[in-house]
């Protein structure tokens, strides 16, 4: 299975988001926290192969959590940063390299490039 762990304040959206990815990319497995501190055991702890991060969240930012996250040996481009921001923004904040992407979570151009991660790692995990 290939193994997700997103991190985001908003348990709705990640309620969404895990409901969406189950039905649609069966081999996939999410594990939520909707408190960024609370995901830096999971971080130290877990081996995931996509770690999708909110921006913008109480006691903890999502650029603190990626360069935790490196630090602990996660690879750069297998996290993806989301936000309510428009792409330009999310561009200065976080330059090409930073990470995988940089995405508008409610943008639903935005949300193809999702798929095509999310797609990629299903097929990935179908083969193992």
Do not use: W
């Not at 501190?37 to 959590?65: N, Q, R, W, Y």
């Amino acid at each position: 299975m290939g193994r997700i762990l997103l991190i985001d304040d908003d348990a709705a959206f990640t309620r969404f988001l895990a409901g969406y990815i189950a039905e649609n990319y069966p081999l996939l497995q999410v594990e939520i926290c909707n408190n960024p501190v609370s995901a830096l055991h999971s971080i130290k702890t877990g081996t995931f192969d996509l770690m999708l991060v909110d921006l913008e969240m109480p006691a903890m930012d999502g650029l603190k959590l990626l360069r935790f996250a490196v630090a602990a040996g996660m690879d750069k481009n297998r996290i993806v940063l989301l936000s309510g921001r428009d792409a330009d923004f999310l561009h200065n904040v976080c330059p090409m390299g930073t990470c995988l992407a940089v995405l508008n979570k409610y943008e639903a151009r935005q949300k193809s490039v999702l798929d095509m991660v999310f797609s990629s790692l299903n097929q990935k995990a179908a083969v193992v």
